[in-house]
């Protein structure tokens, strides 16, 4: 982005206010049909789904933001790109309901995540999870916090101190082309024998905040979007997380790592064994 940007710790805490609002408005607003919709459409493969819901909660968030920030830029996950980055001051990186699977049957894990990124770094992450009542909100350089229904104070967030591997209790995920299940059904048989447990919640952003909280020691997926992580691995990091890819690259759409300092070495050295980027 080219436009000037003003960074200071005022901006920053405008940002993450005005995160944390439209996330919990839009959260609301699909709390009220969570488990009611009917699938609208479908994206890369049939179990890959798309609700009424989730392109009413972008249209939401969307409206608030540019209401707010008429400059800014936004990139959302059902309807792309709105906006000129070149010439923007914040982009916009949104999720408009994070674990849609989830949301259609009655799950309680699902979210709204929203992330503002300047200058190409991701400063501030909001993470709402309405059916558990959970704000999560992180600023790069200052912290990661949790608000929650029941203590609406901002609690600092840090993540559990380093156990070895076989210890660990890790989060992953599963993308929806066979190809891709099919090697991460493997890896995750393989890596089963050698930590705690394993779980699945089925929503990136809430699991990296689970690292963050100190809920998982560890969370790897392979296939994550820009807007899957985004938010979810600010707070993970603020929050004293390692986050990156394998062989020293940073997270990318090929591998999202986060797990205590003590863990990540570890965890990438088994995962890099497995040879977890690619396809069946």
């Known amino acids: 982005?080219?436009?000037?940007?003003?960074?200071?710790?005022?901006?920053?805490?405008?940002?993450?206010?005005?995160?944390?609002?439209?996330?919990?408005?839009?959260?609301?607003?699909?709390?009220?049909?969570?488990?009611?919709?009917?699938?609208?459409?479908?994206?890369?493969?049939?179990?890959?789904?798309?609700?009424?819901?989730?392109?009413?909660?972008?249209?939401?968030?969307?409206?608030?933001?540019?209401?707010?920030?008429?400059?800014?830029?936004?990139?959302?996950?059902?309807g792309g790109l709105i906006g000129n980055t070149d010439n923007a001051p914040v982009l916009w990186v949104v999720d408009p309901l994070d674990g849609t699977v989830n949301y259609v049957y009655g799950l309680h894990d699902w979210a709204v995540s929203i992330a503002a990124e300047v200058a190409g770094e991701i400063l501030v992450g909001a993470v709402y999870v309405p059916k558990r009542g959970e704000m999560f909100s992180a600023i790069r350089g200052h912290g990661a916090w949790l608000q929650t229904d029941e203590n609406y104070d901002w609690s600092p967030l840090r993540c559990r101190p380093s156990v070895p591997l076989d210890q660990a209790l890790v989060g992953t995920g599963f993308g929806y082309l066979q190809d891709r299940r099919t090697v991460q059904g493997e890896v995750v048989a393989a890596l089963l024998p050698k930590v705690r447990d394993i779980r699945r919640i089925g929503v990136a952003?809430?699991?990296?905040?689970?690292?963050?909280?100190?809920?998982?020691?560890?969370?790897?997926?392979?296939?994550?979007?820009?807007?899957?992580?985004?938010?979810?691995?600010?707070?993970?990091?603020?929050?004293?997380?390692?986050?990156?890819?394998?062989?020293?690259?940073?997270?990318?759409?090929?591998?999202?790592v986060a797990a205590t300092p003590g863990l990540f070495g570890s965890l990438v050295a088994e995962l890099v064994k497995l040879n977890p980027e690619r396809d069946a």
């Open 205 to 256: 952003s809430v699991d990296l905040c689970a690292v963050a909280a100190g809920r998982l020691d560890a969370y790897y997926e392979r296939g994550l979007n820009y807007w899957d992580w985004a938010a979810g691995a600010l707070a993970a990091a603020e929050a004293g997380a390692v986050v990156g890819g394998l062989n020293d690259n940073p997270v990318s759409k090929e591998m999202t």
């Open 1 to 78: 982005m080219s436009a000037t940007a003003d960074t200071s710790d005022d901006t920053l805490l405008e940002l993450r206010a005005l995160a944390v609002s439209v996330a919990r408005e839009a959260g609301d607003l699909l709390a009220n049909q969570a488990g009611q919709v009917k699938v609208a459409a479908t994206k890369s493969s049939p179990t890959d789904v798309v609700t009424e819901m989730d392109r009413q909660s972008e249209e939401l968030i969307t409206a608030r933001i540019l209401s707010a920030r008429p400059a800014d830029a936004i990139l959302a996950e059902e």
